[in-house]
Nanobody
Framework: QVQLVESGGGLVQAGGSLRLSCVAS????????MGWFRQAPGKERDFVAV??????????DYANSVKGRFSISRDNAKNTVYLQMNSLKPEDTAVYYC?????????????????WGQGTQVTVSS
């Protein structure tokens, strides 16, 4: 089992920044790909970003809608994954979820993730 706890959400004006954190406990953190997803009211939960490790090298992928604005990182020693969100837009408003998976491909697919956090609200005002 892996337990995930997100933090760092809040209310920010358009153009502002937030950094989300997700702390994992349980099994070996470094072996998991860690993703961020978001869900706006009345919409499906969508992929935002993912990071995975091969030895000491980290790889990342992003949804087109956040490329160039969001950055995902991880600290395996702290069992923590981060999502730095810059140049925020009102359309970024959503509940943001951290998730973990053992899969190594198609990491933008929500269904492949086994473990989820409870989510943290991000609200961007115009």
């Amino acid at each position: 089992q892996v337990q995930l706890v997100e933090s760092g959400g809040g209310l920010v004006q358009a153009g502002g920044s937030l950094r989300l954190s997700c702390v994992a406990s349980g099994r070996t953190f470094s072996g998991y790909a860690m993703g961020w997803f978001r869900q706006a009211p009345g919409k499906e939960r969508d992929f935002v970003a993912v990071i995975w490790s091969r030895g000491s090298t980290h790889y990342a992928d992003y949804a087109n809608s956040v490329k160039g604005r969001f950055s995902i990182s991880r600290d395996n020693a702290k069992n923590t994954v981060y999502l730095q969100m810059n140049s925020l837009k009102p359309e970024d408003t959503a509940v943001y979820y951290c998730a973990a998976t053992n899969y190594v491909s198609e990491l933008n697919r929500r269904a492949l993730y086994d473990y989820w956090g409870q989510g943290t609200q991000v609200t961007v005002s115009s």
